[in-house]
């Protein structure tokens, strides 16, 4: 089936650091790829996203570009704020008819001032 | 700004009694989704209503777990009897429809800590 792999975290980084989470994922047909995003205590917040192929999502300085050949959808930005700091998970929307999402792991990422 | 509502935030009880947890999605979604997120790991899809049907519930536990939408609108989902296993973050997501393009919206969640 389905599934999505997620770098394993923590990520920590100084603050204006350059970050990265990787992500790649298994699927038939061509998926739609999202960014959420988890801060302490709240629920998940679409970060950004994109529907096909070569497609970048951007938001808030991130962005993702959709990468068929490498089956990736990898996350970043150029400089992080302490304010960043939260659980990054990747996920893809299931073509088998109920487009439900799949989702990574979850990689947690700390920025320290 | 519209949310989808949650309720309780938290939740503790003991092994073998019931809990129930209520979702009210974001007006006029027709789709509503129930996860469960164990601690460390990704959401895990329970149930998936298209309106007042629901369309997946491969993943739900049949025999202790229970979703409705009776009315289309707000949903509950029921586990009885608890088990110590049943301690995750439970979370309910509403989108207008259901397509691949589709955002999910997510509520607060739900902590259950089963004793």
């Not at chain 1, 792999?5 to 204006?16: A, Y």
Request: aromatic fraction near 12%; charged fraction near 20%; include cysteine.
């Amino acid at each position: 089936g389905d599934s999505v792999t997620q770098m394993e975290g923590p990520v920590t980084l100084s603050e204006e650091a350059f970050l990265t989470i990787n992500c790649t994922y298994t699927a038939t047909g061509y998926p739609s790829l999202f960014w959420y995003v988890q801060y302490p205590g709240e629920g998940l917040q679409l970060l950004l996203k994109a529907t096909k192929a070569d497609d970048k999502g951007s938001n808030k300085g991130f962005e993702a570009t959709y990468r068929k050949e490498t089956t990736s959808f990898h996350l970043e930005k150029g400089s992080v704020q302490v304010s960043d700091s939260a659980v990054y998970f990747c996920a893809l929307s299931d073509q088998g008819g109920t487009y439900k999402y799949i989702f990574g792991t979850g990689t947690r990422l700390k920025v320290l001032a | 700004e519209a949310e989808v509502a949650q309720s309780p935030r938290y939740k503790i009880t003991e092994k073998s009694q019931a809990v129930a947890f209520w979702c009210d999605p974001i007006s006029g979604h027709a789709t509503l989704y129930w996860y469960r997120q164990i601690l460390g790991q990704g959401p895990e899809l329970l149930v998936q209503f298209q309106d007042e049907s629901v369309v997946d519930d491969s993943q739900l536990p049949k025999d202790r777990f229970s979703a409705e939408r009776l009315k289309g609108v707000d949903s509950t989902l029921k586990i009885q009897p608890a088990e110590l296993g049943d301690s995750a973050m439970y979370l309910c997501a509403s989108s207008p429809r259901t397509d691949s393009y589709n955002e999910q919206f997510f509520g607060p969640g739900t902590r259950l800590t089963v004793l």
